[in-house]
């Protein structure tokens, strides 16, 4: 099989390690890919958000399967494109792909399917936003109603810095911001395959938005991740396929938009159950490093049924026991402006750990630096707090002039603590 990965980060670098370990995969392209996916896979400079070109290489390379990593190229219609070019695709059509870009209509679509989620009102004022927020109660949870590369949400119990927030994100014409009431609980990230009928979860896992240690900063694409939960109860993956996924994935086909990709809950687990905060279209990231890492079966197979309406005909997904955690080591200056540029070097690393490239090149045989998040160091091992000190070792061995990271990625629940309310 053939395999073409629209992306270039850590997340597109996992995706294409665990399509490395399956027998089936008979050869990798990446476009753009980066430093770390061109060891896995064939490069191409190729706008993976541009269908015209994406077809193009599909049809170059004789793509059996194309796999978009990232956001943006769905909410462009790049899957349809590649679908109607009659190649298979893992990733939803632009209309499904909407319940990431429009986080009204997500609340739309939960609304009509009865999923649990946070009071929420839509301004396209900023005026009235800044009156609403006066009159709410801390703390104050304001999105940007589009896609925002995870960064588009603030929370906090400073008004001010709420408010400004706000203004920010309506400075544009045509803009909206949706202001939610703020949910409670432990956050989990769980992943569900979906070929438009058939769900299938994989295994839940924990991110870490904010840039500092002990929540503090502002909001990032994730600084780590850690899977699976020890916390969670037993029967909360199945709860939430019941009460959440599955009713999603039918009001969608209901609507005559069938997800077919990978659908992604952000949930709050508040004292009255799993409340949704956001769902994405995709594969997240750092999540997916971690819960890959973990996955026995061969992931090709599955994400070719997942795209050609099989999913029901995949057994149940078998995942090796331990625990993965994963460290992001970021550029100086992320979020808010992070300097690139700057070489990139790693050290012998601990078995069981890896380096995953998100915003890399090479540049006269050397890795230079290009974005915020610059690697993801992923360790799997036995038990949750050996992967841990991995990776932390990993982290050691990465060289990046003014790199920082998080130091308590999964820190409290190696430690046994972490309850649902």
Known sequence: MKILVLGGGARE?????????????????????????????????????????????????????????????????????????????????????????????????????????????????????????????????????????????HVGSDLPTAVAFARDVLAEPGTTAVIEAYLDGPEVSLF???????????????????????????????????????????????????????????????RG????????????????????????????????QVVLALLETPLAGVLLACATGRLGDVGPLRWRDGAAVTVVVAAEGYPAAPVTGDPLTVGPLPEGVAVLHAGTRVESGAVLSTGGRVVSVTAVAASLSTARDLAYEGVAAVGLRGGHWRTDIATAAAAGEGAVP
Request: with cysteine; hydrophobic share 50%.
């Open 13 to 153: 670098h996992a995706l294409l390690l665990a399509l490395s370990r399956d027998p089936a995969v008979t050869s990798l392209t990446c476009a753009p890919g980066n430093a770390g996916t061109a060891a896995l896979a064939d490069n191409c400079a190729v706008d993976p958000a541009d269908p015209a070109a994406v077809v193009a290489l599909v049809a170059e390379i004789g793509a059996d399967l194309v796999v978009v990593g990232p956001e943006v190229p769905l909410v462009a219609g790049v899957a349809d494109a590649v679908r109607a070019a009659g190649t298979a695709c893992f990733g939803p059509s632009a209309e499904a792909a909407r319940i990431e870009g429009s986080k009204s209509f997500a609340k739309q679509v939960m609304a009509a399917a009865g999923v649990a989620t946070a009071a929420a009102q839509v301004f396209s004022s900023a005026q009235q936003c800044a009156e609403h927020l006066r009159a709410a109660p801390a703390p104050y949870v304001v999105k940007a109603d589009g896609l925002a590369a995870g960064k588009g949400v």
């Open 192 to 254: 569900a395959l979906s070929d438009g009928t058939t769900v299938v979860p994989l295994l839940p896992a924990q991110d870490f938005k904010r840039v500092g240690d002990g929540d503090a900063g502002p909001n990032t694409g994730g600084m780590g991740a850690y899977a699976p939960l020890p916390w969670l109860p037993a029967d909360a993956v199945a709860r939430i396929e019941r009460e959440v996924l599955q009713p999603v994935v039918e009001e969608m086909a209901r």
């Open 257 to 288: 938009t069938p997800f077919q990709g990978l659908l992604y809950a952000g949930l709050a687990m508040t004292s009255t159950g799993p409340q949704v905060i956001e769902f994405n279209c995709r594969f997240g990231d750092p999540e997916t």
